[in-house]
């Protein structure tokens, strides 16, 4: 990244910051009035042309104005920022928000909640995976359509319950047989060993034309599947990006808002935010998906102790405040782990 002087610096400064608050291209003569640099407009106009050859500053084609591109964030992110301290009140608010006697579900929940609150933008939180999760027993139960209803106890006594779209039909006999053999097969073990022996022993049952035996796999694999994907992440406040969006963004945001049905995308990314130390930002596409092109994540992981536990953020316009929204977001994260390890 090339060095920039310090006028140029500070004009950028100035405008990044001007185009947050205000949302607006921003016109060389209001850029000259707000940088309190003793400097002509022609040589702001010049210092303008000089970032938007660089890749820090675009013209919108509407408009006299300039907007600061991914790359103008990130330099002013990384260089020019000057993060403020928490507010008395966000601070007061995560205290009673993350009291340690709730339980890790609820402080998850809260986390994701006061994020949002307090920087206008969308919370998330991955959810803490327990250590190990046991299949002690799984049970189908047939519903209308094809669908089957699948109990599954985990550990000592957590009871999610799925509803499972069969690939062939089965008879209510029939799957009652289904969920004896897989609770005889794996009952005791780790799901994700579960998981692996199943994948497996399908394509083994495949090879031996057993149809049935494939069946009663396919239905456990559904279900263990939709449990470790079932509510990964805590997603709250997206109604904050709405309220932030123009007409034109509600298409990047419609796709946003799909990447959040899906999780995929959004649990990949945390999943590498998970292995860093400390405050990650990604400004547009450097999260490495086209649907974050127009919006930045800021994360930062929370512990258990010394075990890491997951990782919480915000998503948000590249527009946003950002010496206001990284200390929120390091503060929450440092409460959260407290909470967690009391």
């Known amino acids: 990244m090339e060095a920039l002087s310090p006028r140029a610096s500070s004009l950028l400064k100035t405008l990044v910051e001007m185009h947050i608050r205000e949302g607006q291209p921003v016109a060389s003569k209001n850029l000259q009035g707000q940088s309190g640099l003793a400097v002509s407009s022609a040589t702001v106009r010049n210092i303008m042309s000089e970032l938007e050859d660089l890749g820090y500053l675009a013209s919108p084609h509407t408009s006299a104005g300039r907007v600061p591109t991914a790359q103008g964030y990130r330099f002013f992110v990384d260089s020019l920022l000057q993060v403020g301290p928490v507010e008395e009140g966000a601070v007061s608010a995560l205290h009673a928000g993350l009291d340690p006697n709730r339980s890790a579900g609820e402080l998850v929940q809260s986390a994701s ?94 090879a031996r034309i057993d149809h049935y035996l494939e069946a009663a796999l396919e239905l456990a694999q559904a279900a263990i599947d939709a449990d470790q994907e079932s509510e990964n992440v805590v997603v709250a406040g997206e109604a904050s990006l709405l309220n932030q969006a123009s007409p034109e963004d509600m298409q990047k945001l419609r796709e946003l808002f799909d990447a959040f049905e899906r999780k995929r995308d959004l649990l990949e990314l945390l999943e590498r935010c998970s292995h860093a130390d400390g405050i990650q930002i990604f400004i547009g596409e450097e999260a490495g998906f086209d649907v974050f092109g127009d919006f930045s994540v800021i994360t930062a992981p929370y512990a258990q102790g010394s075990q890491s536990l997951g990782v919480l953020g915000v998503i948000g316009p590249t527009r946003m405040a950002y010496e206001r929204v990284i200390p929120i977001v390091d503060v929450t994260a440092r409460m959260l782990s407290a909470a967690l390890s009391k």
Request: net charge neutral.
């Open 113 to 206: 909640n006061l994020l949002a609150q307090m920087t206008y933008q969308t919370g998330i939180v991955t959810v803490p995976k327990p250590a190990a999760s046991q299949l002690r027993q799984i049970e189908f139960l047939p519903l209308s359509g094809d669908r089957v209803l699948v109990i599954l106890v985990i550990n000592e006594r957590e009871v999610q319950n799925r509803i499972v779209q069969m690939q062939r039909p089965m008879s209510e006999e029939q799957l009652r047989t289904a969920a004896d053999l897989i609770n005889q097969r794996y009952a005791g073990n780790d799901l994700s060993e579960v998981k692996s022996h199943i994948v497996r022993e399908m394509s083994e049952a495949r």
